[in-house]
């Protein structure tokens, strides 16, 4: 059990560019979370799927944030016309829908705007 | 109302004393609270958790009390190791169908000082 991924672990753009982070689940697990984490506001909650649908995206900034879940196995969180206050660890969980709902967390994708 | 507060934000303390943190969230749907340390460089991981049909749980030096009147939960680390210094992350959940969103408190940065 590879864990969750996270890939780009490190991606730098331009200010007005845009930013594609992939996150692929632990097998078998239905729950699927993203998360900002900066210094000042710690871990933001962003958004949920399970089972693939979306449940819950009330953290996601309206305009230039998305995120997709096309099949189990993966998950992306796109970011339009990056902004340097976009800058931040961005990171991606798995959980099972039942039993612990312990999460588990990807080594996340530090993004910087310059 | 969603949000955790978590408090010290910093911690400092002597090796082998024990260290105290203290969360209080305001959706009183919550009924799952787990703690998640973030070594530097790592990923969190999930270290502790209670629901709300206890009132305190106790694990390899780690003890956790949840008062649901108050609204409020602690973490409580004895012995404190070198090893122990970390962030870490309370948070809150409602373990409910469809609806389990873990809302994470902005996180203590704990130093045990030799």
């Known amino acids: 059990n590879a864990g969750v991924i996270q890939t780009p672990r490190h991606k730098v753009t331009g200010k007005g560019q845009e930013a594609t982070l992939w996150c692929e689940p632990i097998?078998?697990?239905?729950?699927v979370f993203w998360y900002r984490q900066t210094i000042v506001q710690g871990l933001e909650f962003l958004t949920y799927f399970r089972n693939q649908a979306p449940i819950d995206d009330s953290g996601m900034p309206k305009e230039r944030f998305s995120a997709q879940m096309p099949n189990q196995s993966h998950s992306t969180l796109k970011i339009q016309s990056t902004q340097p206050q976009d800058s931040a660890v961005y990171l991606c969980?798995?959980?099972?829908?039942?039993?612990?709902?312990?999460?588990?967390f990807g080594p996340g994708t530090r993004l910087t705007v310059l | 109302g969603e949000q955790v507060e978590q408090l010290p934000s910093i911690l400092r303390v002597q090796e082998g004393s024990s260290a105290s943190i203290n969360c209080t969230y305001e959706?009183?749907?919550?009924?799952?609270f787990p703690w998640y340390k973030q070594e530097p460089g790592e990923n969190p991981k999930l270290i502790i958790d209670i629901r709300s049909n206890m009132e305190r749980k106790q694990t390899q030096g780690l003890i956790v009390l949840l008062d649901k009147k108050a609204k409020r939960f602690s973490l409580h680390i004895t012995d404190t190791q070198p090893g122990d210094s970390a962030m870490y992350f309370c948070a809150a959940s409602p373990l409910v169908t469809n609806a389990y969103k873990v809302i994470f408190g902005k996180g203590t940065h704990l130093h045990v000082l030799p």
């Open positions: 969980a798995s959980s099972l829908e039942w039993g612990a709902r312990e999460q588990y």
């Open positions: 959706n009183s749907a919550s009924n799952y």
């Open positions: 097998s078998g697990h239905s729950a």
